[in-house]
């Protein structure tokens, strides 16, 4: 059965350093998203991503993340220098959504920034 | 952002018994409802989904039921089993943006 995967499943960089997080989702897949789940809370939408350009983006979202489709299967998010309060679970998540709206999560990466 | 509520954080079950996980929501723009299931250190894994112009979705053993007027909707696990113990995250989306507003999640814990 396919699935979304990502890589690395644990990161730990320091404070102010850039970090990508990569994904590659379901092959047939059209929508993308990203979201994080911080320690203890619920999990948050950060980024939708259809057509080769942003949908939809929360107020997380600013301007030190961007996201990309480098090519026809990887879909990355780029932290540009990260603080403390973004350790966090990151996930991606893909869809076809033609008539349903499920997501299809990844397992998730873990990001510690000290 | 409260937009979803779980108002329970946590559940205990006698295995072979009903589970019944409820979920809260204000928005009356979301027209799609997921359930999904989440283990420690995992993604989380869709399991049921319902429709707003439907009131009830069953696959198996996983039931989930819709009042649109009560702006609430619920999952039902029967017979509850030791394996379904782990955190359900209610979900809401609304078809003109397809991101998900999750819920805070209710930890389920089927005891043997």
Redesign the interface.
């Known amino acids: 059965e396919p699935e979304?995967t990502?890589t690395p499943s644990h990161q730990v960089t320091q404070m102010g350093q850039e970090v990508i997080l990569r994904c590659v989702p379901i092959s047939n897949h059209l929508?993308f998203?990203w979201?994080r789940q911080i320690l203890g809370?619920?999990?948050?939408?950060l980024v939708?991503f259809y057509n080769n350009e942003i949908?939809?983006k929360?107020e997380i979202f600013d301007d030190q993340f961007s996201v990309e489709r480098p090519d026809g299967s990887n879909f990355t998010l780029k932290i540009r220098s990260t603080k403390l309060e973004d350790s966090a679970m990151y996930?991606c998540?893909s869809?076809i959504?033609d008539r349903?709206?499920?997501?299809?999560?990844?397992?998730?990466t873990?990001l510690t920034v000290t | 952002d409260q937009q979803v509520k779980q108002n329970s954080p946590s559940l205990s079950v006698q295995e072979g018994r009903i589970s019944i996980l409820n979920c809260d929501y204000t928005n009356s723009m979301f027209d799609y409802f997921l359930w999904y299931k989440k283990y420690p250190a995992e993604g989380p894994t869709f399991l049921i989904s319902i429709s707003s112009i439907k009131d009830k979705n069953e696959d198996g053993r996983f039931t989930v039921f819709l009042n649109k007027s009560a702006k609430h909707l619920s999952l039902h696990i029967v017979p509850s089993q030791p394996g379904d113990s782990a955190v359900y995250f209610c979900a809401a989306s609304s078809s003109n943006t397809g991101k998900l507003i999750f819920g805070q999640g209710t930890t389920l814990q089927v005891k043997p």
């Open positions: 979304v990502q929508y998203y979201y809370q619920k999990v948050e939408f939708s949908s939809e929360s996930f998540a869809i959504r349903t709206y499920e997501q299809y999560f990844g397992p998730g873990r």
